[in-house]
């Protein structure tokens, strides 16, 4: 079973940044995608970004020019590096994976709170 931990969450001020990771652990061959989603309160999961197994990126619009996704293959490691922080950010972010031969799998959630 592969399971998911986010940490980096929590409060910051407008403009300010954060870094949410993401560790995956369990019985996994190969992780193809890896990304993350957020969903502000009563909104709808968005797309936030991507990272392939090979290392190319893609975002969403609200992520475009501030946030940057990577990984970590040896580690199973994703990571958002989040700057210019914004209240529009507020949101539980998910991550999750694409193990080979298994379906998507999904973190738990991790609060960001942008505010003064």
């Known amino acids: 079973q592969v399971q998911l931990v986010e940490s980096g969450g929590g409060l910051v001020q407008p403009g300010g940044s954060l870094r949410l990771s993401c560790s995956a652990s369990?019985?996994?061959?190969?992780?193809?995608?890896m990304g993350w989603y957020r969903q502000a309160p009563g909104k709808q999961r968005e797309y936030v970004a991507r990272?392939?197994?090979?290392?190319?990126?893609n975002y969403g619009a609200s992520a475009t020019g501030r946030f940057t996704i990577s990984r970590d293959n040896a580690e199973k490691t994703v990571s958002l590096q989040m700057n210019s922080l914004k209240p529009e950010d507020t949101a539980v972010y998910y991550c999750y994976v694409d193990p080979a031969g298994d379906i998507r799998r999904w973190g738990q959630g991790t609060q960001v709170t942008v505010s003064s």
């Open positions: 990272i392939t197994s090979s290392g190319s990126t």
């Open positions: 369990g019985s996994i061959r190969r992780i193809y995608d």
